[in-house]
């Protein structure tokens, strides 16, 4: 084998361990371990995420949200190294592939949990939202001042249009 032929294989053997910043383990059953302890990492964050949602806790849930972006990065690529090396990922034993599946199948379950719980925080701050632009609307509407037109009669408010938006751009 040539010299060239030698460095492009060991090249392609590294290419797959190293993506930007998470690195599986070279053994294979070393990095199904090191993928489930970012299955854990990343359920804990969800169980977190997941209570503060429940108790209404949006302090907590904004102090979370860094660590849930950056355990979900290292989990989607550690998924991407595992797919990657599939082959390898054969001949594991069958015992710790059996115990990641149920990790990926229970963390599947919460992650589904959480997106429900996301969704009824988004539903909520619709309806407050919704709620506010009304009652600035009526207050608006309130607070216009009585005018007569050239002819004595009174100018009706009611054919103006008040416009309300939000800018979340803080």
């Known amino acids: 084998m040539s010299r ?3 460095t492009h294989k060991a090249r392609n ?3 797959h361990i190293s993506h930007n910043g998470v690195i599986l383990s070279a053994s294979p059953e070393k990095a199904m371990t090191e993928m489930m302890e970012t299955i854990d990492d990343l359920r804990t964050v969800y169980i977190a995420e997941n209570k ?3 108790n209404a806790d949006t302090k ?3 102090a979370l949200q860094d660590q849930k972006f950056e355990t979900a ?3 989607q690529q550690g998924i991407e190294q595992i797919l990657e090396r599939k082959d390898e990922m054969r001949r594991v034993d069958p015992v710790l592939k059996r115990r990641l599946e149920r990790m990926q199948a229970d963390f599947s379950q919460l992650a ?3 997106k429900d719980a996301i969704k009824r925080m988004q539903r909520t701050m619709d309806r407050l939202n919704d709620t506010i632009r009304s009652a600035t609307k ?3 509407n309130q607070q216009q001042a009585t ?4 002819h004595g009669r009174l100018h009706t408010t009611e054919k103006r249009v008040v416009s309300t938006g939000i800018s979340e751009t803080a």
Request: aromatic share 12%; hydrophobic share 30%; proline share 0%.
């Open 4 to 6: 060239q032929q030698t």
């Open 112 to 114: 589904e949990t959480n």
């Open 147 to 150: 005018s007569y037109g050239e």
């Open 60 to 62: 907590t849930f904004m």
């Open 13 to 15: 053997a590294r290419k």
């Open 52 to 54: 503060a949602l429940k």
């Open 73 to 75: 990065r290292h989990y």
């Open 138 to 140: 009526d207050a608006v």
